[in-house]
């Protein structure tokens, strides 16, 4: 049952992994992109539609990134270069995003794809308990396990994200350096909204093999979140995202055991308990907000 | 506060370094000027619509004519407006309010959800033979509590957790979506509904007087009621400006001995309040039960609506107005010429993108 539990955590985790970690890059470079919701679905309806076209779910891949970076540009373009509040740009760019799904994937209500499925890597998948857990997913979900030392990496170890750091915390020092704070803001978001649109990719052509409108159901939201949660620490977001999924998760694993608990409330769950790991995080600590982000927050009414 | 150590010293290398305009002259312009821009911002959204629907192979001008016909084409059409218009106006005003006193309501959604829920709950179980001037009073009352209770949730959540409100009353939209599915699946299900998941219908006493023949009912003037009362309350008392100095300048509000957090709170909950009350309106006014997609979108709709009118509750009115216009005329089109009712959605978004685009916001 555990094992069951971990490893559905895992596999609805990735698409919030792949959100949040694109939010992640956006946020550190000190811009707030809740239309992360808005690319995901982009990216989750363009990668589906470009899997039915060609048949292979890299090109998905490729394109519902594009997508969900096409979306991000907007908000990149009124927030870094028109000065637009950044909660109610990304808001709109999300509302945008819907309405755009919502009206060209009609024609893909009832497609399927092939799409990705798990493959089990030979070796690691028999290792006792964690094979199964973590070694049994498709390829998008593998690709998450590196990318997230890679933003790691590239956040605190390279010149490029020393940069993107400092755009988030002091400006007017990336500006002294001959750098120009926006087209490096510009970056980070449209960084994130290709990742954004990759984590939609995993939702539809991985996870669930259909396109529904509105599949995303607020996860870009939970992945602004817990961002915030993990304190705007890439491993963190890690372990938030899978959170999230274990939540979800636990509704498909009682069901299939047929326990006798309402769906709605099982539903509600993975909100819940998104609020509540923030709730209590937030409490313990004043955590660390990239300084150029805590004047988005504490403003008036951001911007 | 921590925002008063943080934004401390930066601010004066901040003007000097990143070159943003000042306040002062952003609006300067001469008049002229100013009413190019209202034209721009007004023409572009329409103009890059149009291209829109030219790309997915409709001619945009019909789409248009055919949009002002269905809405005021006709006294049945300018009907569904105005009652259209009145949860989005109540909704809209859940968020400029706030706004004013620098916090982002998007909850309004799961708020009118919640008083709707709490309006049919009342209806039907409590005080469903009560007659129609003893009972609608109450039920407004219950309607309002419902989402007031909503709102301080996410309130609780700032004040005890100092968690981001946009944030959290976007993330307690889905549970109150799901709420509502919990109780019109179970508790509050029609026995007579044959598994359909609606409530019992609310005795006749209970819903709003109409005007004859029409959907107009007495939310209308009551929403319109309280438009005014929120401009009055922002603009001509000593709270509206209390909040607005919250919202213009937090640390200096504090500074000035302003109760800042109290405020606000206040503020998010009497926002709660009047979302609420358009769920109670829905309810005894348009569907005489609960279904699980009662006040849908509304919530998002008066978002848009607020940020349009920049905020200003009369403003919200025209918006509001506007919105509903343009909602009618979505639907009307997709049983006329088969355009789907999202194609409004990105007509209302490509606006209000337009609008963010056109530079700051003025503020009072």
């Given at each position: 049952?555990?094992?069951e539990l971990l490893t559905g955590a895992i596999r609805s985790g990735t698409s919030v992994l792949y959100a949040s970690a694109g939010e992640l890059i956006a946020e550190r470079a000190g811009v707030i992109n809740l239309g992360t919701e808005g690319a995901m679905v982009a990216g989750a309806l363009g990668g589906f539609a470009v899997t039915v076209w060609t048949g292979n779910p890299w090109l998905g891949a490729l394109g519902g990134g594009i997508c969900g970076a096409l979306l991000s540009s907007v908000h990149a373009l009124l927030v870094v270069w028109r000065g637009a509040n950044q909660l109610a740009s990304g808001l709109t760019v999300m509302f945008f995003g819907l309405g755009l799904t919502a009206f060209f994937g009609r024609s893909f209500v009832s497609a399927s794809v092939e799409g990705f499925n798990p493959v089990a890597i030979p070796g690691l998948s028999n290792l006792p308990w964690i094979g199964p857990i973590l070694f049994r997913h498709d390829p998008l979900t593998y690709l998450s396990y590196i990318l997230v030392p890679a933003v790691w990496f590239v956040l605190s170890r390279t010149r490029l994200g020393i940069v993107l750091r400092a755009t988030g915390e002091r400006e007017e020092v990336v500006f002294s350096q001959g750098f120009s704070p926006r087209l490096i803001r510009t970056f980070a978001v449209?960084?994130?909204?290709?990742?954004a649109g990759v984590g939609g990719v995993q939702l539809s052509v991985a996870f669930t093999h259909a396109w529904v409108e509105g599949m995303t159901a607020g996860r870009g939201i939970v992945a602004a979140a817990l961002v915030i949660f993990a304190a705007w620490k890439p491993f963190r977001c890690m372990a938030g995202a899978y959170l999230f999924g274990c939540a979800q998760s636990l509704q498909l694993v009682l069901q299939s055991r047929g326990a006798d608990v309402s769906p709605f409330l099982l539903f509600m769950l993975p909100y819940v308990l998104t609020l509540a790991v923030l709730f209590l995080v937030e409490r313990r600590r004043q955590s660390r907000i990239p300084e150029e982000l805590g004047r988005v927050f504490s403003g008036p009414g951001g911007g | 506060m921590s925002n008063l150590q943080k934004s401390d010293p930066p601010l004066i290398t901040r003007t000097a370094v990143a070159p943003r305009a000042l306040p002062i002259f952003r609006h300067a312009g001469s008049g002229l000027r100013r009413l190019c821009r209202m034209a721009a911002v007004t023409v572009t959204p329409l103009v890059l619509f149009a291209l829109f629907l030219l790309l997915v192979?409709?001619?945009?001008?019909?789409?248009?004519?055919?949009?002002?016909?269905?809405?005021?084409?006709?006294?049945?059409?300018?009907?569904?407006v105005i009652v259209k218009s009145t949860p989005i106006l109540l909704t809209a005003l859940a968020t400029a309010l706030p706004a004013r006193a620098g916090l982002i309501n998007v909850g309004g959604e799961g708020q009118l959800a919640i008083g709707a829920l709490f309006t049919a709950a009342g209806a039907v179980y409590w005080i469903s033979e009560w007659p129609g001037w003893a009972g609608i009073p109450v039920l407004a009352v219950v309607g309002a509590f419902g989402g007031a209770m909503w709102a301080a949730i996410a309130a609780a959540l700032k004040q005890y957790g100092g968690m981001n409100e946009t944030i959290t009353t976007l993330l307690m939209n889905y549970v109150a979506l799901y709420t509502v599915g919990y109780f019109v699946h179970g508790a509050l299900k029609d026995p007579a509904s044959f598994n359909w998941p609606f409530s019992p219908s609310i005795s006749d006493s209970l819903r709003l007087p109409v005007?004859?023949?029409?959907?107009?009912?007495?939310?209308?003037p009551i929403a319109l009621f309280f438009a005014t009362m929120a401009w009055w309350l922002l603009s001509r008392t000593r709270f509206g400006f209390h909040l607005r100095a919250v919202g213009g300048n937090p640390v200096a509000a504090e500074l000035a001995g302003l109760p800042v957090t109290r405020l606000q709170i206040g503020v998010l909950i009497a926002a709660g309040a009047l979302a609420g009350l358009a769920g109670m309106i829905e309810i005894t006014g348009i569907e005489g039960r609960l279904r699980p997609t009662t006040?849908?979108?509304?919530?998002y709709l008066g978002f848009l609506a607020a940020w349009m009118a920049r905020n200003d509750p009369l403003r919200c009115v025209g918006t509001a107005f506007l919105i509903g216009a343009i909602t009618v005329a979505g639907n009307a089109l997709e049983i006329s010429s088969g355009l789907p009712a999202s194609s409004m959605h990105i007509l209302l978004s490509i606006v209000l993108l337009a609008i963010l685009a056109s530079g700051r916001r003025e503020r009072a």
């Open positions: 049952m555990i094992g449209i960084t994130g909204g290709f990742l | 192979g409709v001619r945009p001008f019909e789409i248009y004519v055919a949009m002002l016909r269905s809405s005021f084409g006709d006294a049945y059409g300018f009907g569904e005007v004859a023949g029409t959907r107009i009912h007495i939310g209308i006040g849908a979108t509304y919530g």
